[in-house]
């Protein structure tokens, strides 16, 4: 192991029950999850997957007490290496890639100026700290939890209230069932009715626009077809899952459709032909995330004002 990745979110003194060399604990729709799963499929390293349900998707497996053994903050992903819990995707990925060899190597360059490039372009794609929905201008991985919010409020709808309302007891977090009940109350063509919800999606949606401008003059410096040139790296697979959570949830038109941002269309084409993209996120797309996708969309379609106070016009 090298020295770095001894340093990063590694928690050495933690042996935790499992079976295989590589387990992930993670969530279909989690967008720090695809992170993970991304990576793994890249790097080629098998792991026994371990699905944990968080209220979007079904039910908060996430803070009962088999996972807050796990992780006691209740927050997926965790990968276990030999049982050793690595807490936080943009540290798990570094770990894994220090560990998977060569292939390892390729994605996660020795050399200290190609690296430094990876690890900016890694962070700016992060969720870091305890509110996420700050710092939008700083990273592009900030802006996700504002442009989520159409989505979430399409996905529970699937969910009981009786179930959202457990999270009042058991979420170490009661803000999060308190959204998620509003949510499910208001269904997406509320939103434009709670004033710091749209605040927060608007505001994400102009920082994520200068963030998509930063990753255009990036593809322009290196003349592509990846983040840092040539070679396909860590950087990528962390731009990957944002850019998947964006078409997901129906920014892309706004984002780089048409005529606007066409390098970072042509980057997207790229990264959703690779195979990791099709087996780890496309494959694994759950039935609630689906109709949450048809909901955003034809919630939209059918009603201009709709878009136009997502979009801010
Ligand atoms: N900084 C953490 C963020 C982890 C995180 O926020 N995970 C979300 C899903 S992407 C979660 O578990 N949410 C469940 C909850 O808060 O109930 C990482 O990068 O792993």
Known sequence: MTARATRIGYQGDITLPHRDEWELYHNNFSLCSKKLRVCLAELGLPYRSHHINLIETGCYENVGRDYLAINPAGLVPVLLHCGHPIYESHEEIVYAAAHAGSRGEELMPEDPNARAEVEHWIDRASLV?????????????????????????AMVQHISTREILKGLLSHPNKERPLIFLTLKWMGIRGLPR???????LRRSLRH?????????????????PWITGERFTLADVSWMVILDRLVETDWDGVLWGGDARPKVAAYWRRLAGRESYLA???EMRCPITRQGIAAVKQAKASDQSLRDAFEGK
Not at 213 to 224: F, M, N, V
């Open 194 to 200: 709670l004033a710091p919800a749209m605040r927060l």
């Open 208 to 224: 994520m626009g200068q963030h998509l401008d930063a990753l255009g003059k990036q593809l322009d410096k290196h003349g592509g």
């Open 129 to 153: 700290g305890k509110d996420p929905t700050k710092g939008t201008d700083q990273r592009a991985g900030h802006c996700i939890p504002g442009l989520t919010l159409p989505i979430f409020a």
């Open 280 to 282: 780890a996120v496309l």
